[in-house]
């Protein structure tokens, strides 16, 4: 995967969460959130199942952290709509800083590999400041003062399963589980998947700009 910025790394961080060990699995492939010219990082897509034939599959919003055309992949952050249920390791992205039709919330652990195939039309796009600024949130340091200046924000910390948002996290991790799994089985755990084709190459996904938008979370 490509690496922008410094390079830091994205650590776990100490709050509760359901997904707690998924963020500890990517954050030791995945570089901090950088801007990388002409590589599509830094956009807000729709987020696709690997099969595209599977039309009952579930469609998410995603933040494109980066692209590899080598191998025809991509690595995102899980995204949705709900600002009033962020946690302390969410930034909530004003709809007009991002451009997109509503607030972005960027869920920082729930990051992880897809195919590039698997991202749609374009809904909005982050700047390199916004990006440092969710770097400072997945640090669990979200009164950063670049992130106050961006005026990104974010929730409180879960406080356990009897928080309200615990389910909301848990069904969000399931869902990211299954967007992410078959591209980490070919890139990072060396699996095989019969008919993957990450043929597609960054180029392409102008294709998918003028498809709908809608009916995603």
């Known amino acids: 995967m490509k690496h922008g910025g410094s390079g830091r790394r994205v650590?776990?961080?100490t709050a509760p969460s359901p997904n707690a060990t998924l963020f500890a699995r990517s954050a030791s492939v995945q570089s901090s959130y950088a801007h990388q010219a002409h590589d599509?990082?830094?956009?807000?897509?729709i987020l696709r199942p690997p099969c595209r034939d599977d039309a009952a599959g579930a469609r998410r919003l995603?933040?494109?952290?980066?692209?590899d055309s080598t191998s025809g992949s991509a690595e995102i952050a899980l995204v949705h709509s709900a600002p009033e249920l962020a946690t302390s390791l969410?930034?909530?992205?004003?709809?007009?800083?991002?451009?997109a039709p509503y607030d972005s919330v960027v869920q920082t652990d729930l990051r992880g590999v897809v195919w590039i195939s698997q991202l749609g039309r374009l809904i909005g796009c982050l700047d390199e400041n916004l990006l440092e600024a969710l770097s400072s949130?997945?640090?669990?340091?979200?009164?950063?003062?670049?992130?106050?200046?961006?005026?990104?924000?974010s929730g409180s910390a879960l406080t356990g399963e009897s928080d309200t948002r615990w389910k909301f996290k848990a069904d969000e991790g399931s869902v990211f589980r299954t967007?992410?799994?078959?591209?980490t089985a070919i890139l990072i755990d060396g699996g095989t998947v019969c008919g993957i084709r990450p043929e597609l190459s960054?180029?392409?996904l102008a294709e998918f700009d003028s498809q709908d938008g809608s009916a995603v979370r």
Do not use: Y
């Open 90 to 99: 969410d930034g909530v992205v004003p709809s007009r800083t991002s451009g």
């Open 202 to 204: 960054t180029a392409t």
């Open 179 to 183: 967007l992410t799994s078959e591209c």
């Open 137 to 153: 949130i997945a640090l669990s340091n979200p009164t950063n003062e670049r992130a106050q200046d961006d005026e990104i924000q």
């Open 62 to 67: 995603c933040l494109v952290v980066g692209v």
């Open 40 to 45: 599509h990082a830094s956009d807000i897509r």
């Open 11 to 13: 650590v776990l961080a």
